[in-house]
């Protein structure tokens, strides 16, 4: 022990100066840290403050309904696209005129119905009424056209179902 003392004797002074050194950036160090505390210490008081009384146990609960909210959201998406799948086939587009046939019956008892599915496809029922008899007809449609000839008031009730035109306008 006697001889470490000798050796170390002429370094006393910087190894004294450097563990100051060590010291004073401990001390530093420590501040800093003190301060990144206070300052989250103040982000956690603003987490848990809202304004209603609530602790932040009673927010992070909030958080978790949220995460069931989401996944209840989630299956109602998968179900929206279940039915549009079951939609695409459906007849969705309507279009309808009224219209007097025969002008010894004196009322509009015959009709024009277009009915089709969102891509356009379906057909047009057409019934004539008259005094002795009603006549029905059925024409398909595909893609917004018919193949058969069609009178004007089946020409309004397809227009109609394919949103070309308004019922106001095909009354006129």
């Known amino acids: 022990m006697a001889s470490l003392n000798t050796f170390l004797s002429p370094y006393y002074a910087p190894i004294l100066a450097g563990l100051l050194a060590f010291q ?4 530093l160090w ?4 003190h301060g990144e505390i206070r300052r989250l210490n103040g982000r956690i008081r603003r987490l848990a403050e809202t304004g209603e009384g609530q602790d932040l146990a009673e927010v992070l609960e909030r958080f978790h309904d949220l995460g069931e909210v989401r ?3 989630d299956q109602l998406q998968e179900r929206v696209a279940d039915l549009r799948v079951g939609f695409e086939g459906c007849l969705s587009r309507m279009g309808l005129v009224r219209f007097n046939a025969f002008p010894d019956t004196g009322s509009d008892l015959s009709f024009a119905l277009a009915l089709l599915t ?5 057909f047009i029922l057409t019934s004539l009424y008259a005094r002795d008899e ?5 024409k398909p449609v595909q893609d917004g056209r018919s ?4 009178s004007e008031e089946e020409e309004k009730a397809l227009a109609m179902a394919l949103g070309l035109l308004t019922p106001e306008k095909a009354a006129s």
């Open 24 to 27: 004073v950036v401990l001390i």
């Open 147 to 150: 193949r058969y000839r069609l």
């Open 134 to 138: 009603t006549r029905i007809f059925i």
């Open 30 to 33: 420590l501040l800093h840290n």
């Open 118 to 122: 969102h891509e356009g496809n379906g």
């Open 71 to 73: 996944k209840v959201l």
